[in-house]
């Protein structure tokens, strides 16, 4: 039995009075692996981001709905303590705020529940160790002075922190070299179970390398121009966007 | 007889550091000194380039107003004798979409105050501004560079390279003035000083100004010698100190130097410090 | 939201508010003649030479005219102050001895709380005297001195009379003179050679008459290789009249000593805090100070640093928050004096509500500093598009061997950064408290715990129901 946690319904998107998507529908359920792939430009950042609701883009026509419920008119926060993750492209710098502080308000806040820190610590502790990050980085500022790969460490440690129910992971695997897109493929594959799902935007695939890719879309000029199973990804990787098909006007 | 103002600090602080005020040179007050104006009018879309060389004029007074779409480029090249004072003040106005490019240079004079007050008034205007001085013997400099930003999405840029030997005097104040409204606006300035020799007195005075939120503002001001590891490795290769002195004061003025459109007043500015650099007391 | 707002803002009033009857024994009149003056050195017994300075002061007071620069403070009127309130009782060296009232307004500040927790001595200023004063045993045991003014005046006459307002002279600025007139109260402290007190000094200054002025004298003179933490904190309930605070704070951090001078000032926003502080620090000495602005109407203050000795230092942090009818004009001032000496100036400042921050400083190297070194990093905050921020910082560099760096930033909070707060869950408000408590971090790390949790609070109090 699947159940659906993530419905998109005729997405119209776009910034600055530019549609950017145009008209995506796209259905994610429980315990799926998606795989979004697509030239520089297509809109696949833009859909992330709008999934999460980013405030600088508008959605203008269709719909989003998460777990049966209608989140298009929805906060960010609001999503993400209903259960969305964005794993960040270029992650922000944010000075006098610690990992550990950030990470025990926000489970806090999608939590409801007061956090005791001793428990908190241990098990931050755990899923640093496990990331190969330096116990120190807790206490350093989010992302200051991080390397491109300690950055994106440190969003799956917060993917793993904070487990919501829907990863969306934009190009988490770029700039990496190949151990450190192994430690975060491992992190990744540790989150993902029959209970939850993401949705992976991806330039070389390894990062799918421990996980089962269910479905693969291939976005072009904000569509959805092709779909199919795990074979695509290979097929793209080999043969380029160039013979997936122009959108159809 | 009382001192006739030149210019003044956009917000006062305190007076025992005498960056207040710049008054007019005695010499130039007690003989009264002719005022040579320029007026320079920037149609719309059109571009303007005007190089202006000053060795004989002590007084001059610049205004140019461009107009929507236009660009001016305007270059001022202070290059009196020694012995004398001079001033120059310039007004620009920016309108919708303008852009101002000013590139100056203080060589000459025995006392020389340059005032420059760049008003961004239009939205999505622009100012970009890169000054040198080179001040020695007992040289007095006195610099008042104001950018205000009225318009929308306004961007400013203010550089300024500097070099200071004997016991040269120097006061550069900077201003970057943000107004309510000027939403989306950026400005960025800097100084940079390098001290040749004790005995010099630098005076650095960047402010900023915002009654905007919506704005995005940085200076930063760099004062100190030269650096001794720079030094070291151009030595190792053969240079003695005066001119290790020449090349790296050559590089720091280089990226102004270059928006000189004239191959012979560039070539001209840079003669003129490295000999001035070779004669260093010190 | 509205309701949380209003709920909040109750709060804060009800804790610094707190307005007592006045019932001061003796009151001097308005306004300031020669004769207050006599009355004032009268009421304290002063020596003659104290008279002598007070009544020199006064002469210099009425000589030197009011800055050109910085906020305006056309709305003081002197001739309506009261510069002089005497509150009922003696002064006590056991808490139980302080009259009810002042107790209760003590206690809800949390003072003595904070004596027994976390600090080794106290002083408690209400209005123009210090009614409790205590230090610890093991402290007075190994020579340290902690007192009030009045007393310092009259047991240790020698050492005040070698160092009083030797730093700040009455004739350095008007509201100097002012304060040499008819200062009041205050901290004296004496730390000997080598003696280390671990555990910090507090002051806490708190005016309570309406239209009164409060002109406490703190002098703290730390020996060589000795070492000290002080902390004064100040407030005031809220009148319709202007309040006057002009204080004067003199740090003399001799040869090897270590000063640290925190403040956390939450005076009430009817008060013009026009103080001055200043410290001379000898050979291998360092001050610190770290300076938390908030309250006030108006504020003009720049403590300034006087390396004097060769390799003395300076640390300054310092956070500014001004929010509605605010105009807090702060920073510092370092004159290097001697080789090698080393500044580093660290401020954050925060405008909201239509409040007026400014930035403020001077940096002076003297042809003898050579080797010195200093940095100066400030950032501002703007929280809206009524408030204003300025930066206005001098540098005067008189000598080529130095390493000057100085750097500023003016803007707002990036809306990215609220986007990746609030996609881990985080609401918008809370995501912006922690951006500016984040913002002042720099601050919060350099105060005693119990005093980054008020700064955090007085921050909290400013930003909840204005943003988003």
Same mark, same amino acid.
């Given at each position: 039995?699947?159940?659906?946690?993530?419905?998109?319904?005729?997405?119209?998107?776009?910034?600055?009075?530019?549609?950017?998507?145009?008209?995506?529908?796209?259905?994610?359920?429980?315990?799926?692996?998606?795989?979004?792939?697509?030239?520089?430009?297509?809109?696949?950042?833009?859909?992330?981001?709008?999934?999460?609701?980013?405030?600088?883009?508008?959605?203008?026509?269709?719909?989003?709905?998460?777990?049966?419920?209608?989140?298009?008119?929805?906060?960010?926060?609001?999503?993400?303590?209903?259960?969305?993750?964005?794993?960040?492209?270029?992650?922000?710098?944010?000075?006098?705020?610690?990992?550990?502080?950030?990470?025990?308000?926000?489970?806090?806040?999608?939590?409801?529940?007061?956090?005791?820190?001793?428990?908190?610590?241990?098990?931050?502790?755990?899923?640093?160790?496990?990331?190969?990050?330096?116990?120190?980085?807790?206490?350093?500022?989010?992302?200051?002075?991080?390397?491109?790969?300690?950055?994106?460490?440190?969003?799956?440690?917060?993917?793993?922190?904070?487990?919501?129910?829907?990863?969306?992971?934009?190009?988490?695997?770029?700039?990496?070299?190949?151990?450190?897109?192994?430690?975060?493929?491992?992190?990744?594959?540790?989150?993902?179970?029959?209970?939850?799902?993401?949705?992976?935007?991806?330039?070389?695939?390894?990062?799918?390398?421990?996980?089962?890719?269910?479905?693969?879309?291939?976005?072009?000029?904000?569509?959805?121009?092709?779909?199919?199973?795990?074979?695509?990804?290979?097929?793209?990787?080999?043969?380029?966007?160039?013979?997936?098909?122009?959108?159809?006007? | 007889?009382?001192?006739?103002?030149?210019?003044?600090?956009?917000?006062?602080?305190?007076?025992?550091?005498?960056?207040?005020?710049?008054?007019?040179?005695?010499?130039?007050?007690?003989?009264?000194?002719?005022?040579?104006?320029?007026?320079?009018?920037?149609?719309?879309?059109?571009?303007?380039?005007?190089?202006?060389?000053?060795?004989?004029?002590?007084?001059?007074?610049?205004?140019?107003?461009?107009?929507?779409?236009?660009?001016?480029?305007?270059?001022?090249?202070?290059?009196?004798?020694?012995?004398?004072?001079?001033?120059?003040?310039?007004?620009?106005?920016?309108?919708?979409?303008?852009?101002?490019?000013?590139?100056?240079?203080?060589?000459?004079?025995?006392?020389?105050?340059?005032?420059?007050?760049?008003?961004?008034?239009?939205?999505?205007?622009?100012?970009?501004?890169?000054?040198?001085?080179?001040?020695?013997?007992?040289?007095?400099?006195?610099?008042?560079?104001?950018?205000?930003?009225?318009?929308?999405?306004?961007?400013?840029?203010?550089?300024?390279?500097?070099?200071?030997?004997?016991?040269?005097?120097?006061?550069?104040?900077?201003?970057?003035?943000?107004?309510?409204?000027?939403?989306?606006?950026?400005?960025?300035?800097?100084?940079?000083?390098?001290?040749?020799?004790?005995?010099?007195?630098?005076?650095?005075?960047?402010?900023?100004?915002?009654?905007?939120?919506?704005?995005?503002?940085?200076?930063?001001?760099?004062?100190?010698?030269?650096?001794?590891?720079?030094?070291?490795?151009?030595?190792?290769?053969?240079?003695?100190?005066?001119?290790?002195?020449?090349?790296?004061?050559?590089?720091?003025?280089?990226?102004?130097?270059?928006?000189?459109?004239?191959?012979?007043?560039?070539?001209?500015?840079?003669?003129?410090?490295?000999?001035?650099?070779?004669?260093?007391?010190? | 939201?509205?309701?949380?707002?209003?709920?909040?803002?109750?709060?804060?009033?009800?804790?610094?508010?707190?307005?007592?009857?006045?019932?001061?024994?003796?009151?001097?009149?308005?306004?300031?003649?020669?004769?207050?003056?006599?009355?004032?050195?009268?009421?304290?017994?002063?020596?003659?030479?104290?008279?002598?300075?007070?009544?020199?002061?006064?002469?210099?007071?009425?000589?030197?005219?009011?800055?050109?620069?910085?906020?305006?403070?056309?709305?003081?009127?002197?001739?309506?102050?009261?510069?002089?309130?005497?509150?009922?009782?003696?002064?006590?060296?056991?808490?139980?001895?302080?009259?009810?009232?002042?107790?209760?307004?003590?206690?809800?500040?949390?003072?003595?709380?904070?004596?027994?927790?976390?600090?080794?001595?106290?002083?408690?200023?209400?209005?123009?005297?210090?009614?409790?004063?205590?230090?610890?045993?093991?402290?007075?045991?190994?020579?340290?001195?902690?007192?009030?003014?009045?007393?310092?005046?009259?047991?240790?006459?020698?050492?005040?009379?070698?160092?009083?307002?030797?730093?700040?002279?009455? &004739? /350095?600025?008007?509201?100097?003179?002012?304060? @040499?007139?008819?200062? $009041?109260?205050? *901290?004296?402290? =004496?730390?000997?050679?080598?003696?280390?007190?671990?555990?910090?000094?507090?002051?806490?200054?708190?005016?309570?008459?309406?239209?009164?002025?409060?002109?406490?004298?703190?002098?703290?003179?730390?020996?060589?290789?000795?070492?000290?933490?002080?902390?004064?904190?100040?407030?005031?309930?809220?009148?319709?009249?202007?309040?006057?605070?002009?204080?004067?704070?003199?740090?003399?951090?001799?040869?090897?000593?270590?000063?640290?001078?925190?403040?956390?000032?939450?005076?009430?926003?009817?008060?013009?805090?026009?103080?001055?502080?200043?410290?001379?620090?000898? &050979? /291998?000495?360092?001050?610190?100070?770290?300076? @938390?602005?908030?309250? $006030?109407?108006? *504020?003009?203050? =720049?403590?300034?640093?006087?390396?004097?000795?060769?390799?003395?230092?300076?640390?300054?942090?310092?956070?500014?928050?001004?929010?509605?009818?605010?105009?807090?004009?702060?920073?510092?001032?370092?004159?290097?004096?001697?080789?090698?000496?080393?500044?580093?100036?660290?401020?954050?400042?925060?405008?909201?509500?239509?409040?007026?921050?400014?930035?403020?400083?001077?940096?002076?190297?003297?042809?003898?500093?050579?080797?010195?070194?200093?940095?100066?990093?400030?950032?501002?905050?703007?929280?809206?598009?009524?408030?204003?921020?300025?930066?206005?910082?001098?540098? /005067?560099?008189?000598?080529?061997?130095?390493?000057?760096?100085?750097?500023?930033?003016?803007?707002?909070?990036?809306?990215?950064?609220?986007?990746?707060?609030?996609?881990?869950?985080?609401?918008?408000?809370?995501?912006?408290?922690?951006?500016?408590?984040?913002?002042?971090?720099?601050?919060?790390?350099?105060?005693?715990?119990?005093?980054?949790?008020?700064?955090?609070?007085?921050?909290?109090?400013?930003?909840?129901?204005?943003?988003?």
């Amino acid at each position: 039995m699947t159940e659906t946690l993530l419905e998109i319904h005729d997405l119209h998107a776009g910034a600055a009075g530019r549609e950017i998507l145009k008209g995506i529908d796209l259905t994610i359920q429980k315990g799926e692996v998606h795989v979004i792939l697509g030239p520089n430009g297509s809109g696949k950042s833009t859909l992330m981001n709008v999934i999460m609701g980013h405030p600088g883009y508008q959605v203008t026509e269709g719909s989003l709905t998460f777990e049966g419920k209608d989140i298009t008119a929805l906060k960010t926060f609001e999503r993400a303590r209903a259960g969305i993750f964005l794993s960040f492209q270029t992650p922000e710098e944010i000075p006098g705020i610690t990992v550990e502080n950030m990470l025990r308000t926000a489970r806090q806040a999608i939590t409801g529940k007061r956090e005791r820190i001793f428990g908190f610590r241990k098990e931050l502790k755990e899923m640093m160790e496990e990331l190969q990050i330096d116990p120190s980085y807790s206490e350093r500022y989010l992302n200051v002075g991080f390397s491109g790969g300690e950055k994106k460490r440190n969003e799956i440690l917060q993917l793993l922190m904070l487990r919501p129910k829907l990863a969306l992971l934009d190009e988490t695997d770029s700039g990496l070299d190949v151990d450190a897109v192994q430690i975060v493929s491992r992190g990744v594959s540790k989150f993902h179970n029959g209970d939850n799902a993401c949705l992976i935007i991806t330039h070389n695939a390894r990062i799918l390398d421990k996980l089962k890719v269910d479905r693969v879309h291939v976005l072009k000029q904000g569509r959805i121009v092709e779909e199919g199973g795990p074979e695509l990804v290979d097929q793209i990787n080999r043969d380029g966007f160039g013979h997936i098909k122009e959108t159809t006007e | 007889m009382e001192k006739e103002l030149f210019s003044t600090l956009p917000v006062p602080t305190w007076r025992w550091l005498g960056v207040n005020e710049a008054y007019l040179p005695e010499e130039l007050q007690t003989l009264p000194t002719p005022v040579r104006k320029i007026q320079i009018d920037v149609p719309a879309g059109q571009h303007v380039t005007q190089v202006i060389a000053n060795r004989t004029e002590q007084r001059t007074e610049i205004t140019a107003h461009v107009a929507e779409g236009g660009s001016l480029q305007l270059v001022q090249l202070q290059l009196l004798p020694s012995d004398k004072a001079g001033t120059c003040s310039v007004a620009v106005t920016a309108e919708k979409d303008a852009q101002v490019y000013y590139t100056g240079a203080e060589i000459g004079a025995s006392r020389v105050l340059a005032q420059v007050k760049i008003d961004l008034a239009g939205d999505n205007s622009k100012a970009d501004v890169a000054a040198l001085y080179f001040g020695d013997g007992t040289r007095s400099i006195d610099l008042n560079y104001v950018i205000t930003q009225t318009g929308k999405k306004t961007e400013a840029n203010m550089q300024v390279r500097g070099a200071l030997q004997d016991s040269a005097a120097k006061i550069f104040r900077g201003t970057l003035d943000f107004k309510a409204g000027s939403k989306g606006s950026t400005g960025r300035e800097k100084e940079e000083v390098v001290l040749l020799n004790e005995g010099i007195r630098n005076r650095s005075v960047p402010l900023m100004l915002s009654a905007e939120e919506d704005v995005n503002g940085q200076h930063a001001v760099s004062a100190g010698r030269l650096d001794n590891s720079r030094l070291f490795y151009l030595m190792s290769r053969g240079l003695d100190e005066k001119e290790a002195r020449k090349l790296v004061v050559g590089a720091l003025f280089a990226t102004v130097l270059e928006r000189v459109p004239d191959a012979d007043l560039r070539e001209e500015i840079s003669r003129e410090v490295e000999e001035r650099i070779e004669h260093g007391q010190r | 939201m509205e309701q949380q707002k209003t709920f909040v803002e109750d709060i804060e009033r009800t804790l610094y508010d707190i307005r007592n009857e006045d019932h001061s024994v003796y009151k001097t009149e308005r306004g300031l003649t020669e004769e207050i003056i006599r009355d004032i050195s009268r009421q304290k017994k002063d020596p003659a030479w104290m008279l002598d300075f007070r009544l020199q002061s006064l002469e210099k007071y009425y000589r030197i005219p009011l800055p050109v620069w910085g906020p305006d403070i056309s709305e003081l009127n002197m001739d309506d102050i009261v510069t002089y309130v005497r509150p009922g009782g003696k002064m006590a060296g056991n808490w139980q001895e302080v009259p009810e009232e002042i107790k209760a307004t003590f206690d809800r500040l949390g003072i003595p709380e904070a004596e027994r927790t976390s600090l080794s001595g106290v002083g408690a200023q209400y209005d123009s005297e210090v009614v409790y004063h205590r230090v610890q045993k093991e402290l007075s045991d190994q020579g340290v001195i902690y007192t009030d003014f009045e007393t310092a005046v009259h047991e240790y006459e020698d050492i005040v009379k070698e160092y009083f307002m030797k730093l700040v002279p009455p &004739k /350095d600025h008007k509201f100097a003179a002012l304060h @040499g007139a008819v200062w $009041s109260g205050g *901290s004296f402290v =004496y730390v000997p050679e080598g003696v280390h007190v671990d555990i910090p000094l507090q002051s806490y200054f708190r005016l309570n008459a309406a239209g009164a002025g409060q002109f406490e004298h703190t002098l703290i003179i730390c020996e060589k290789n000795s070492s000290l933490h002080f902390i004064e904190g100040c407030s005031a309930p809220r009148y319709n009249v202007t309040n006057l605070h002009a204080g004067c704070v003199e740090l003399y951090v001799k040869e090897g000593a270590r000063l640290r001078y925190s403040t956390i000032e939450n005076w009430s926003r009817n008060m013009m805090n026009l103080n001055t502080k200043r410290a001379l620090v000898e &050979k /291998d000495g360092l001050i610190e100070w770290v300076s @938390g602005s908030f309250g $006030s109407h108006v *504020s003009c203050l =720049y403590p300034s640093s006087i390396l004097h000795g060769e390799n003395a230092r300076c640390e300054f942090t310092g956070v500014t928050f001004a929010s509605r009818g605010q105009d807090l004009d702060t920073g510092a001032t370092v004159v290097m004096l001697a080789p090698n000496t080393s500044a580093n100036i660290n401020t954050r400042t925060i405008s909201k509500s239509g409040g007026a921050a400014t930035y403020r400083s001077a940096v002076k190297v003297t042809p003898g500093a050579k080797g010195a070194k200093c940095l100066v990093n400030c950032e501002s905050l703007l929280l809206d598009e009524k408030s204003r921020s300025d930066t206005l910082p001098v540098m /005067d560099i008189e000598t080529d061997d130095v390493e000057i760096g100085h750097e500023a930033k003016i803007g707002r909070i990036s809306d990215e950064a609220i986007f990746y707060l609030t996609s881990r869950g985080i609401a918008e408000e809370e995501a912006q408290a922690m951006i500016v408590r984040g913002f002042v971090e720099p601050v919060a790390k350099a105060l005693p715990l119990e005093y980054a949790v008020e700064m955090n609070n007085l921050i909290n109090l400013e930003l909840v129901g204005s943003m988003g």
